[in-house]
């Protein structure tokens, strides 16, 4: 009953999380577009300390928007500020993190291969680094570094990375995964809560009290406007991060690290090239690179080919696997979990819907196996029942003779 009530739980807020997050990033999209679409106003807006304008029609009405170069002479009744997406997207969650990986099964975060750890202390490292990047993105940006763009982006590419590389070294893959995703998204709205708003109430203060904006304010906004372009460019890695956790290709991977870095570098990319369109530089040549980059790391993640694979059974002189052995190996190693009604409490169903209680059903999952036990180790979750490579290949002999 337990495991059915936390599937429920992780559900719902799962569900709650992916609205969060799309009133966050499709907010923050709309407002890059007119941002990126403001036409010179008429003469008499300009008079009211307007900068930019644009006409939209949706939903079956006109909109008409401005966007002022300070702010209105007199402060509107009610302005809307856009920072519970944001907060909601990461309250949800950390809410995730801790019902899926701290309270849920341990396989997804521990792996006894990398480190043998408990719940409570792989909570307390994953906490640490989340923790402790958001402290060190703060320190940069209030450093000298931050007055060039460039070198920041490269110097925070390259803690990312560090961290990546750590994090797969201690935990599960999928647990490695999604707390590069959460040190990226806890970075990404700390920009907001320590950055962003703190400057927007500077500006606000301003035009209440009827003031040019000062040094103090301006310096504010100069280091919002950083913080926001690199929200800009962590949207589409974080988006990624977060999908990937349902595929066992990436984070099963033995490199998933470096399969993770390279994804993180090419979304980065792919998002450069819209931010160019939008300032009017048409760059596809961007795109194109993306695109090859993508095509070679599917190329070189892909598992051996079915041919491949048998050469390399026969020229090792595997022996011919029996049926009885392969029943033997899923019932030790699979079916604690994998089966109609799992005898391991983490589980109130098969994961993944897949049953293993027939030979057929081992035979019929056999591409999935192959990709979650064979060429990576992702599967048995965790490896609690401490698998070895010889029963891999045995089993990965076995479904190759079954085709
Ligand atoms: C401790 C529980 C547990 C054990 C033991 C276990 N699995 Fe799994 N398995 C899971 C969970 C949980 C998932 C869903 C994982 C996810 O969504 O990332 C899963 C998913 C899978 C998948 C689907 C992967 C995909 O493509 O999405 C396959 C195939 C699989 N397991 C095979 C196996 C095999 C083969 C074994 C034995 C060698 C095994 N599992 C042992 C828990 C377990």
Redesign the pocket.
Same mark, same amino acid.
């Given at each position: 009953m337990a495991a059915y009530l936390s599937e429920w739980l992780s559900l719902l807020i799962r569900w709650f999380h992916v609205i969060a997050g799309i009133a966050w990033i499709g907010a923050s999209f709309y407002f890059i577009w007119l941002d990126n679409h403001l036409e010179d106003p008429p003469e008499w807006k300009k008079k009211k300390g307007i900068k930019g304008d644009l006409w939209a029609i949706h939903g079956g009405g006109f909109y008409e928007v401005a966007k002022y170069k300070l702010g209105p002479e007199k402060m509107p009744g009610i302005l809307h500020w856009f920072k519970w997406e944001a907060y909601s997207t990461w309250l949800s969650g950390t809410a995730l993190l801790f019902t899926v990986y701290y309270f849920g099964?341990s396989?997804y975060l521990i792996d006894n291969a990398k480190a043998e750890l408990t719940t409570l202390s792989a909570a307390l490292i994953g906490l640490g680094f989340i923790g402790g990047m958001l402290l060190i993105y703060e320190l940069l940006i209030r450093s000298p570094l931050a007055k060039n763009g460039m070198a920041f982006g490269a110097v925070l590419f390259v803690l990312l990375v560090a961290v990546d590389w750590a994090l797969f070294h201690i935990f599960a893959g999928?647990g490695a995964f999604i707390h590069v995703g959460a040190v990226i998204g806890t970075i990404m709205v700390g920009n907001v809560f320590l950055g962003i708003m703190p400057s927007q109430r500077a500006l606000v203060e301003t035009v209440e009290q009827g003031r040019e904006p000062d040094a103090r304010v301006e310096r504010l906004a100069a280091l919002a406007k950083l913080r926001s372009t690199h929200n800009n460019y962590l949207t589409l890695p974080v988006i990624f991060i977060m999908i990937s956790?349902?595929y &066992?290709m990436l984070y099963g991977h033995p490199q998933g690290w470096i399969i993770l870095a390279a994804i993180g570098f090419i979304t980065a990319f792919a998002r450069h090239f819209f931010n160019l369109k939008h300032r009017g530089i048409y760059r596809p040549s961007i795109l194109l690179a993306c695109g090859i980059m993508t095509v070679t790391l599917i190329g070189a993640i892909a598992p051996p080919t079915g041919r491949q694979a048998e050469a390399a059974a026969t020229a090792a002189g595997a022996p011919k696997v029996a049926d009885a052995d392969i029943r033997q190996l899923?019932d030790t190693?699979?079916s604690?979990?994998?089966a109609k009604d799992p005898s391991?409490p983490?589980?109130q169903a098969p &994961?993944?819907g897949?049953a293993f209680d027939s030979l057929k059903a081992v035979k019929d999952?056999s591409a999935?196996?192959m990709?979650?036990?064979v060429n990576s180790q992702y599967?048995?979750?965790?490896n609690?029942?401490g698998?070895t490579d010889k029963e891999r290949k045995e089993?990965g002999s076995w479904l190759q003779a079954q085709k």
């Open positions: 099964s396989g999928r956790n349902h &066992p899923v190693h699979c604690a979990c994998h391991n983490a589980f &994961p993944a897949i999952h999935q196996i990709q979650a036990a599967m048995p979750l965790g609690t029942t698998m089993l």
